[in-house]
Structure formats: C-alpha cells, structure tokens
C-alpha cells in the first residue's frame, strides 16, 4: 500500500476480498499429511508424475472474464496465471509456494532510489500462442489498461495509485491520475515517464517506496498485454491470447466451458514454475455448487480426474473407510474474522475496557458457531494469512476460550462501571447469529451489557463506512485476506488512517484506529530493504495495534475441497487459494 496518498485513489484495493478468501496454506492428498487421510488407501499410484492425459476443472456458476486487467484476486485468476497468463513474478510451487518468484523476468526486480523504481528484464525466448516475442511494450501496454476507467471495471488498481502519475480531481471530487489508458494520447507523455521500456528492460517509478512491489507485479493486473488482441467484441473478454503452456483450443463458450491444450509456443526450459503436466485442460462452468460435489462423489466417466475450488461439507471428513478421506484437502482459506474496536466511541476509549473485551473473547465458541473444525482454527493475529496461522501463538493471558473473570476483576481495578454498554454491529447470516451470541454470553460474563445489531450481508459495508456508524457502533465485524502474502498487503490497508479517514468516513479502517507509533512503523517497514528486518518491523507494528487494542482476530477461516481419484500430486496453493495448475497431474 502506498502512503501518503489521499483515499480516494487507494480506496477499493482490497476492498473486494472483505468478504471473499482468496488464498489457503498448503492442502495435499498425499496420506502422509497431516490433512486427515485417516489411514484409507492412496487415491493414486505412488511415484513421479508424469506428463500427458486431460484434467477436468468443475466451476460452479459462470466465469466472469478471462481479461488478467480485469480479474481480481481469486480461483479463476489463478487458474489464469497457472495456464495462460505468465507475469512478470509468480508464486512459487511446494515449500515455496509463498515466495514471490521470477516468471516472465529474469529476476524478482532490482529496487533503486529507496525502492520507489524498480526494473525487470524479460527472459530471451518468451513467446505468445502465436510465436511472437513477449515484449516490454505489451507488459506496458497491459498495464496501461487498468487506466481506462470505461473499460477497467473490475480487477485490482494499484498501478493507478503506486505509479508516479500526475493526478487530478475529478467532478465527484476524487483524486484520479490524469491518464486514462492506452488511447490518451495528452497525457501518453506521464505514463512513459512512470513505466519505460529500453529493449527488453521495463522500468517502474512509483510515488513512494514499496519494497512489496514483486508481489504486486503478480497480480494479474501487471500480466502483458498484445495490443492486437485488444477489440470492441462482445466476446473479447473471453479472448485468450496465451503466454503460458496452454492455449484455448476453441472460443470460450459463457455458461458452459472450454478446453485449454497445449500452446506449441510455450518454452518449459523458460517457465522455471509450471510443470503443465496434463497435456489438455477441459473447463467445464455453469454448474450448481451441489452439482459439482455431487460429481466429484460419483466419479463417473473421467470426473475421476477432477478437480474443483468449491467447498464440500466439513461432513464429508467423517465418512472413513470408503477411500474418500485421501481425497480430501483442508487448507486455510486466507480469510481472518476480527472484530474492529471503535477508537472514537466513549466506551472504547478507556484502554481498560479493550483489553476487557480482548480478555473475555472466546474464539473457541467462536470457531465452534461457525462451523467447528470445518470452519477454522482460533487465532490472534489478523497477519495470520501471511504465514502459517498454526504458529500464531496467543498473548500472554489470552487463551482460546478467554477468560471473562479475570476480565471483570480487571475492569472492577481500573474502576470502571459495570456493566459496561457494548454495541456490536455484524453482518447477517444464520451462522452469524450463532457466533456472535455465542461472543456476547463471554463478554457478559465479564461485565458488558451487549447490545447485538446484525445487517444484512449485502448491506453490511456500505452501513459501517458511513460516517454515522462512529457514533452507532463500539465494535465492527470485519474480514479479511490480504491480495498478497505480506503484512504490507494488511496492515495498512486496514489501519493506515492516513489513506483512509477523510470527512467522507473511515474507508477500510472502519474502527478509526490512528496511531503515531502504528503510522510510523508502517513507514519504516516501508523504507526496510531487507525482508527478515521488514517482516520484524511488520510484527512490532502488528504488536502494537494489538496492545493498543485496535483489532482482535477471531478465526483462520478453512475450508474443504474434494478432488478424483486419478488426480495426482494435488496441492492447494498458500497464496493461489485452489489446486495448484502448476504441478497437477493425472498420470
């Protein structure tokens, strides 16, 4: 995230995985994980996988676009970047599947100037489908895309505010830079200042430091871009122009499907991460979430050979004894529940009192009322999608089931009055009202009187932003999943006042937590070339947001998926949030 900007141009990063997971820690059916194979027999021969055969991807619903600039974070992205859209990085496979990793660069971009420009070289040899060179100018142009505002109307845009781009207000009264894509000739000039190309070398200025920045660029946002495939069809979304090992065999039918084959152009000695080890992929979509478990169960014909990033029911993980289990994954989602504590409310203004909250929270029932061991594990940090949420450990005091009294006597020492008003506002859901009755019992138990106001889902952001809510609500539901695994993709998103707090509302920091030290850790992270000093500054400033009671996590979320039984070496992506493309096989 970027510092120092108004909110207007940061608002909306992120603001679409609120709601949504899209990463999860690594699930393997191999059944000597630890992700519940209960002794039932491989699911596939033991051994090196090999090349050859067709996968079957079951998609429940339709898939929105195949555009990179226009897809966000999520399933059907990384199915892209995995099969036909190469970036300048990506994730890497196995034990290194949270390490950002050279793809279409040489490297992982060299930073100058305090990271505020960064230049990546293009490998010699990288093709499209068509047997054209992968250029610098189509890594520009796909970027200069996500400037078009008629016609960039999803995906992610931290081009838009990280470049270095004169801006300008707009007649709503945003700060917008003023480029608006590849046909603004007037303004051609401030982007080619912002992102140049000498030969094969593309050079980034941005306005302010950002050692994340090859993790940015793995976002499907910075995937090159031929202009040529660029046309006013109704079907261009849909269109693939293909840098990676396959290619759509034929146009892609909406609600339907397609089949993506080999791309004969895709060189494997210049993708160090993709193995592409079936030789066709055969995506078929518009089917029923029930539909796809259902065929995945049955194993009929070649659903065998499947694979699908719709979650089964945590039912499922009882049923032993039928070779079911070692088809099983039970990966993290990436999703963190927290509860966002009101810094402006006069309740929540005594420190005391938060620490009383944090106290008597138990995440047990939490967890419990959300689903049990099928919906997550109880946690304390809301970094918790950015390593392994098994080796977040509790604050000194804090247990899973909170402690209630030892809450009360700290509350009755501080000499605060009991009980103690608390309103806590959430998003509607029948599992929703489970869990937060559940919360409310503890925190009674230490001396609130709790007040619950739930809102419908679809409602729920869009009430808590308005300014009114800082004088509504003590405590705010929230989740989230960072677009990349740092505490940069987190931290500042949710509790940098400085990019979200204006007289329109809080933005994402929906608590109006503003603190001095907070904001001046987050710079310093920002200015930490070093990644092991970076990730500690990250943690102290994590530290203090907890200590000053801003936030308290509640659960890593987890979720189920089922594959066939002739899939082999099955992973779930850490950071991709499905069955990694990149190493699957079915031989």
């Not at 949270?98 to 040899?125: C, H, I, K, M, Q």
């Not at 050079?203 to 202009?227: C, G, M, N, Y």
């Amino acid at each position: 995230m970027v510092r120092g900007l108004t909110r207007s141009l940061a608002v909306g990063v992120g603001a679409a995985v609120l709601a949504a997971g899209a990463a999860a820690c690594t699930g393997s059916s191999d059944p000597a994980s630890t992700q519940g194979a209960l002794g039932a027999a491989p699911s596939a021969a033991t051994g090196q996988p090999q090349r050859g055969g067709s996968l079957e991807v079951l998609v429940a619903g339709t898939v929105a676009t195949w555009d990179p600039q226009l897809m966000y974070v999520g399933p059907e992205a990384f199915f892209a970047q995995r099969t036909f859209a190469r970036g300048l990085t990506a994730y890497g496979t196995g034990a290194h599947q949270r390490d950002v990793e050279a793809d279409l660069a040489t490297d992982t971009g060299t930073p100058s100037n305090g990271a505020r420009t960064w230049t990546f070289t293009l490998r010699p040899g990288v093709t499209w489908q068509d047997g054209s060179p992968i250029t610098c100018e189509d890594v520009r142009h796909g970027v200069a895309r996500t400037f078009d505002r008629r016609t960039h109307v999803g995906g992610t845009n931290y081009a838009s505010f990280l470049l270095d781009i004169p801006t300008q207000v707009t007649p709503e009264g945003l700060e917008k830079p003023v480029y608006s894509g590849p046909a603004d000739t007037a303004h051609e000039a401030d982007f080619e200042r912002a992102v140049s190309c000498k030969g094969s070398t593309i050079t980034f200025r941005l306005r302010d430091s950002e050692p994340d920045f090859p993790h940015i660029v793995a976002l499907p946002e910075f995937a090159p871009r031929k202009a040529s495939a660029d046309t006013k069809s109704d079907k261009a979304s849909y269109a693939v122009m293909s840098s990676g090992p396959y290619r759509l065999k034929a146009p892609w039918v909406v609600g339907t499907g397609g089949t993506f084959v080999r791309n004969e152009h895709w060189d494997p000695r210049s993708d160090p991460i993709r193995q592409a080890y079936p030789d066709e992929i055969r995506v078929t979509s518009g089917l029923g979430e029930q539909t796809v478990i259902q065929r995945l169960l049955n194993q009929q014909d070649d659903d065998a050979y499947a694979v699908s990033w719709v979650q089964a029911s945590p039912t499922l993980r009882n049923q032993a004894g039928t070779g079911l289990q070692t088809r099983l994954t039970f990966p993290y989602t990436g999703n963190v529940d927290y509860l966002a504590v009101n810094m402006r409310s006069k309740v929540m203004a005594n420190p005391a009192v938060r620490k009383a909250l944090a106290l008597s929270t138990n995440r047990a029932t939490y967890v419990t009322a959300t689903g049990g061991e099928g919906a997550g594990t109880p946690t304390w940090s809301i970094l918790s999608p950015t390593v392994d949420p098994q080796s977040v450990n509790p604050p000194p005091g804090e247990g899973v089931e909170g402690d209630p009294e030892g809450a009360r006597r700290l509350l009755k020492q501080a000499g605060v009055k009991l009980p103690v008003p608390l309103r806590v506002v959430y998003a509607r859901s029948v599992l929703g009202d489970k869990a937060y009755a559940a919360l409310a019992a503890g925190w009674q138990r230490a001396g609130f009187e709790v007040e619950l106001t739930s809102v419908p889902a679809e409602k729920y952001y869009e009430t808590i932003e308005k300014p009114t809510s800082v004088d509504s609500f003590d405590v705010f539901r929230g989740v989230w999943t960072p677009d990349w695994p740092s505490a940069g993709g987190v931290l500042p998103a949710l509790f940098d006042s400085r990019i979200n707090i204006d007289s329109s509302g809080p933005g994402q920091d929906v608590g109006y937590f503003s603190s001095a030290t907070v904001n001046a850790l987050i710079d310093k992270a920002d200015v930490t070339a070093d990644p092991t000093s970076r990730a500690k500054v990250w943690e102290q400033a994590d530290r203090t947001l907890r200590d000053e009671g801003g936030y308290i996590a509640l659960s890593a979320t987890k979720a189920l998926y089922l594959h066939g039984s002739g899939v082999r070496s099955y992973e779930d992506h850490a950071v991709g949030g499905i069955v990694d493309l990149a190493t699957v096989a079915v031989r």
